[in-house]
């Protein structure tokens, strides 16, 4: 069975930094792409960060030039810093992987239960 387990988020005052990690664990055979999500209050989810298998990152316009997205592939885990963190980026962060659980299968898609930052002074 396969988890993915988010830590790292918290209160934090507009100007500050956090750094969200995502562990991946259970029975990997090979992860592809790796993503950080976020839903704030009334909205819907949207993509923040994308990290491939080979390191190309994509970043969504509200958060470029601020957030950096990571990854170790020897520990299975993904990490977002946040800097210069705005009110506006108060939401739920998740993680998201689609990865293999042995070869010659199909991928599947999976997501972590989310951790809370909230921006406010």
């Known amino acids: 069975q396969v988890q993915l387990v988010e830590s790292g988020g918290g209160l934090v005052q507009p100007g500050g930094s956090l750094r969200l990690s995502c562990a991946a664990s259970?029975?990997?055979?090979?992860?592809?792409?790796m993503n950080w999500y976020r839903q704030a209050p009334g909205k819907t989810r949207e993509l923040v960060a994308h990290?491939?298998?080979?390191?190309?990152?994509i970043y969504s316009d509200s958060v470029k030039g601020r957030f950096a997205i990571s990854r170790d592939n020897a520990k299975n885990t993904t990490y977002l810093q946040m800097n210069s963190l705005k009110p506006e980026d108060t939401a739920v962060y998740y993680c998201?992987?689609?990865?293999?659980?042995?070869?010659?299968?199909?991928?599947?898609?999976?997501w972590g239960h989310g951790t809370q930052v909230t921006v406010s002074s």
């Open positions: 998201n992987a689609e990865l293999w659980v042995a070869p010659s299968t199909q991928s599947g898609d999976y």
């Open positions: 259970g029975s990997i055979f090979s992860i592809n792409d």
């Open positions: 990290i491939a298998s080979n390191g190309r990152t």
